[in-house]
């Protein structure tokens, strides 16, 4: 009996060790493939990364060469990048930064040049800040010293525009002066209604001095507008410069307030960024998916606008993609305007390659202009 109850024990002890062993053989694999599923994942993402941040400091350094910032550094981390280095003096550091951002999939481009040359983060120097309306919305950016600033503007613009009615695209810059920023603040309420009866606007501070632009109808009340510009610039001790221009008294009258002219509408849409996309293909990039729903709130706001949406390329590469390029980067803007609630018989499309260009394809900058999504509204 002993000798049975001792082999019974090991039966057991055999029969739970089989199921353990079973149990750990059986998941061993899956646990393996998994691990390696993600690690291959992840080599794949990082050289897709390394792809993309290449591609976009070649293209940068393209950028900077014919700029003459030969001694200016372009480094991407994904699709963000920082200049650094020496900044010739004649060079403005955010215009340089903004060139470098028109590239082709670039996201954000920040200039860190320490207080050199133009640079705007300079120490002491005045915020530079924008304020730009459309179809009822307005977009802040420029750079400002703090995120608590850049938090205070949002909060006032959304206070005049409404929730869901801003872009804050501000950026930080340590180092910079908060002059004219609360009087920047209040001026954006009686912008609003400045705009409210049709037309854009754009409120521009920098180096002290308020900038207005844009087109109104004929009627638009700017007498609170260009008070509220007044205070700020009290406030900075600088000037303002009235470029606003109205509508031309037969459109007016052909219009009315409530409804602007087509060449109103067409400028409106005009003043937007310019409409991004990934490298060689129609896919929005997120910045101008923005663009586009920045252009819809346009176009909901002018009911009456018929709009031709046409597309053009730069000179680089073969000349028939990039005419099919143009007309399906074209009918990619359509395609979004519609899935915004835009009616598709209001809309069509176009693309006309390489030709019509902005300006001569002479350097980056200039095909980055050149390669372009416009709007002709009727």
């Known amino acids: ?26 998941w061993w694999p899956w646990l393996v493939v998994a691990l390696g599923l993600l690690l291959l994942a992840l080599v794949h993402a990082t050289l897709i990364r390394g792809s993309i941040e290449r591609d976009l400091q070649a293209r940068a350094r393209a950028v ?7 001694q200016v550094r ?4 994904g699709r963000d990048g920082r200049l650094s280095g020496e900044l010739p003096a004649e060079i403005d550091a955010q215009e340089l930064a903004d060139q470098v951002k028109s590239i082709d999939g670039a996201r954000v481009v ?61 950026t930080v810059a340590p180092g910079l002066s908060g002059e004219g920023i609360e009087e920047f603040a209040a001026l954006l309420k009686p912008m609003q209604q400045t705009v409210a009866a049709g037309g854009q606007a754009t409120a521009r501070l920098a180096d002290g001095d308020l900038a207005l632009s844009g087109s109104l109808p004929q009627n638009a009340d700017t007498a609170p507008l260009l008070q509220s510009a007044s205070g ?19 459109s007016s009258a052909a219009t009315g307030a409530s409804e602007p002219s087509a060449a109103t509408v067409e400028q409106e849409l005009a003043a937007l960024p310019n409409i991004t996309f990934a490298t060689d293909t129609a ?27 046409n597309g053009y390329t730069d000179d680089m590469g073969d000349e028939g993609f990039n005419l099919q390029l143009s007309k399906d980067r074209a009918a990619a803007v359509r395609s979004a305007l519609a899935s915004m609630g835009i009616a598709a018989d209001r809309m069509t499309s176009d693309g006309f390659g390489e030709n019509n260009p902005k300006v001569p394809n002479t350097s980056a900058a200039n095909r980055a202009q050149n390669r372009r999504v416009e709007f002709v509204v009727s």
């Not at 900077?64 to 030969?70: E, F, I, S, T």
């Not at 300079?122 to 950016?141: D, H, K, R």
């Not at 700020?232 to 037969?250: I, P, S």
Request: glycine fraction near 12%; aromatic fraction near 4%; proline fraction near 3%.
């Open 232 to 250: 700020v610039a009290d406030a900075t001790g600088g000037t303002v410069r009235d470029n606003l221009t109205g509508a031309t008294a037969e």
């Open 64 to 70: 900077l060469d014919q700029q003459g910032a030969d």
């Open 283 to 309: 896919q929005l990039t997120a910045d101008g998916q923005a663009v586009v729903r920045r252009a819809a709130d346009v176009l909901k706001a002018n009911p009456q606008a018929v709009v031709a949406i």
């Open 110 to 170: 920040t200039a860190d040049f320490g207080g050199a040359g133009a640079s705007p983060s300079a120490e002491g120097t005045g915020p530079t800040v924008s304020a730009q309306t459309a179809g009822g919305s307005v977009t802040l950016s420029g750079q400002v010293v703090d995120q608590a600033t850049a938090d205070r503007l949002e909060k006032a613009a959304v206070e005049a525009f409404g929730e869901g009615k801003v872009a804050n695209e501000l």
């Open 1 to 26: 009996m002993p000798n049975q109850g001792t082999s019974l024990e090991i039966e057991q002890h055999e029969s739970s060790g089989f199921f353990w062993v079973y149990r750990t053989v059986g």
């Open 74 to 77: 372009a480094d991407f981390v």
